[in-house]
């Protein structure tokens, strides 16, 4: 039975996951409240996050971390090919490696956007 949900997930994600799109795929959908979490935990830990924040009060840092993270739970996935997708669907630890690769790959680009 669990190779079957797995086969199913499998199947469901590379059906839905094509390429860029503008709206987000359910798989997108599925993993964006774990990169915003991963995301903000990330930051929570980051010494650059943590001095160029140093000034803010901590109701701007907190607005400042959700819009960040919030770009980063729409834009992670973007460039993620749907085999990677997939393979996070049925692997957790493919699953950990692909967020912690895409909120590296795009929390830059969001700052850099949000400041403007």
Known sequence: MKNILKIGCVILALVY????????TPMQKLLKPVIEHQCALELKDSNLWKVSTYLMTDSNKLQ???????????N????????????????TDAKNQLIHKAILNTVK????QLKR
């Open 64 to 74: 400042f971390q959700n819009e960040v993270c919030r770009c980063v739970g729409e």
């Open 76 to 91: 992670a996935l973007n460039d993620v090919p749907a085999t990677e997708l997939a393979h996070a669907a049925v692997s």
């Open 17 to 24: 996951v094509g390429s860029v799109q503008a709206h987000q």
């Open 109 to 112: 680009g969001c700052v850099v």
